[in-house]
């Protein structure tokens, strides 16, 4: 199976503008969470979407926003750009089921996408 | 959020076994523990999960206190390729918590030849 893909890798915006990061999940994967990596403040959650619908969110202003569509696939949208939103940007993609034995969560990460913003 | 605690760093030597603790004395009946590692450059990737018992995988074995207030990964034979981040994280089953993963500091592991 093909593993959890993020487009693009690198990204290089200036302050002010907007970006849109793009997930595939593992096929069979309904679920999609989206993580902001960073020195100081480590992984933290941003969203995650399940068929289509944002089922959990985590302490993030609105600017950041994000869609599921109905092949599984995710996207992630910052508007109006802070220097500190620099950072890796992971997704990860799940069963998002619970199944027999608590299997069914288990996240799977894609590489990340590397946002400067300048 | 329950919590967990582990030590900033530990070192091992290459194949040697390796016992990552993690301390989680505020964890509730349904939430099961998550075992995650970073590699360098590299997004997280699983490594284990288990509720009470122990668990056995090709990665790791996880080893779980009977009273649930903390785990052991015990990696059986380190190799320079398991240098990185482990993150033990504490999940629940309920709808609030699904797909929300909530990273500590973690542990790095660095192996020595």
């Known amino acids: 199976k093909a593993g959890v893909t993020q487009t693009p890798r690198y990204l290089i915006k200036t302050r002010g503008q907007q970006v849109t990061l793009s997930c595939s999940p593992i096929s069979g994967h309904r679920s999609v969470s989206w993580y902001q990596q960073t020195p100081g403040q480590g992984l933290q959650f941003l969203f995650e979407y399940f068929s289509e619908t944002q089922r959990n969110k985590g302490n993030f202003p609105g600017r950041f926003s994000g869609r599921q569509f109905s092949n599984s696939r995710s996207e992630m949208n910052v508007s109006t750009l802070e220097l500190g939103d620099s950072a890796l940007y992971l997704c990860?993609?799940?069963?998002?089921?619970?199944?027999?034995?608590?299997?069914?969560?288990?996240?799977?990460f894609g590489p990340g996408t590397r946002l400067t913003v300048t | 959020d329950a919590k967990t605690t582990q030590p900033n760093s530990m070192e091992s030597n290459e194949e040697e076994p390796v016992h990552l603790p993690c301390n989680h004395s505020t964890i509730s009946g349904t939430d099961y523990i998550h075992w995650y590692r970073q590699l360098p450059s590299q997004g997280p990737e699983y490594v284990i999960h288990g509720l009470t018992s122990n668990v056995n995988n090709r990665m790791a074995s996880l080893a779980i206190a009977e009273d649930r207030k903390s785990s052991t990964l015990i990696l059986h034979r380190a190799t320079l390729r398991d240098a990185a981040v482990y993150y033990c994280i504490l999940q629940g089953m309920g709808s609030s918590n699904t797909g929300k993963l909530i990273f500590g500091q973690g542990t790095t592991l660095q192996v020595k030849p």
């Open positions: 990860a993609s799940s069963l998002g089921q619970r199944l027999a034995g608590g299997n069914g969560y288990e996240q799977y």
